[in-house]
């Protein structure tokens, strides 16, 4: 994805030709990315958390596009804990929740609509995570065609790596709360999955990556720590200045 283009949606004063354009958001408020994403100046928009790691190309993302207005990974953690809203009844176990972290929009006057009632109901309802409300308005929505995506493209529970293998996919895109809880770094350095994930974690995920057909990998290769592996998974180029600048500009509120 050399061509796309990447804007920054900040309550800061920032100046980086990292960023096509910055635009400035309403400050105070703890979840603009529902601002950034009805705001989105491209018929197509990725959306990505300050503190996801993209570890290769995902032009496909687009492609759900084609036929459906927005898409987001499934989270596998399933309790609710939230009531019904306005009246509603619960959501069943079986309906999978979603993560915010990675959201792709399609522009267009129903898109822009639903996410100003996704706001609007966050603000009412005053909860820390924007994903309850989400959630209910997905479980009872018939005006958005929403696509589920897998969930490599939102990978955040890292034990699972240990029981992860190729024909499930390779994680495109990491996503690890923990990152905020550190130092942002120096914005101008590659990402060290050994830092972000340990040598051990590290290892499964260039391992899966180097691996997966699907990025043009060899499924051959073995899972490291089995005798045998070949030792030539070459360093992969992780998304680098963009996200480190956005962690270091929250780092510094």
């Known amino acids: ?21 910055i635009h400035p ?5 703890f979840r603009p990315k529902i601002t950034a994403m ?11 958390d300050a503190d996801v790691i993209v570890c290769a190309p995902v032009p496909e993302l687009f492609d759900v596009l084609d036929t459906h207005d927005l898409a987001a990974a499934q989270e596998i953690l399933f309790g609710r804990g939230t009531p019904p809203a306005e009246g509603k009844p619960p959501i069943p176990l079986s309906f999978a929740p979603i993560n915010s972290g990675v959201f792709v929009v399609k522009k267009s006057p129903a898109t822009r609509a639903y996410l100003d009632r996704w706001s609007t ?3 009412k309802s005053q909860r820390k995570l924007d994903q309850p409300d989400l959630e209910h308005m997905l479980f009872n929505n018939t005006t958005i065609r929403f696509a589920t995506l897998p969930y490599i ?7 699972l790596l240990k029981s992860w293998v190729p ?5 495109r895109i990491l996503h690890n709360s923990e990152m905020h809880k550190r130092p942002p770094g120096d914005p101008e350095q590659l990402f060290d999955l050994k830092e972000e994930y340990g040598p051990k974690n590290a290892k499964i995920i260039e391992w899966l990556l ?5 990025l043009g990998g060899d499924p051959s290769l073995q899972r490291p720590g089995f005798q045998g592996h070949k030792e030539n998974v070459a360093k992969l180029p992780f998304a680098r200045s963009a996200l480190r600048k956005i962690r270091r500009l929250i780092a510094g509120r």
């Open 1 to 21: 994805m050399p061509d796309a283009q990447i804007d920054l949606f900040t309550d800061q004063q920032v100046n980086d030709p990292t960023f096509d354009q």
């Open 167 to 171: 024909l499930m996919g390779a994680p």
């Open 121 to 123: 109901r966050l603000r």
């Open 25 to 29: 958001t309403e400050q105070g408020y």
């Open 153 to 159: 493209y939102n990978f955040k529970r890292p034990n």
């Open 210 to 214: 180097a691996a997966d057909a699907q």
């Open 38 to 48: 009805r705001d989105s100046r491209f018929k197509r928009t990725v959306y990505l």
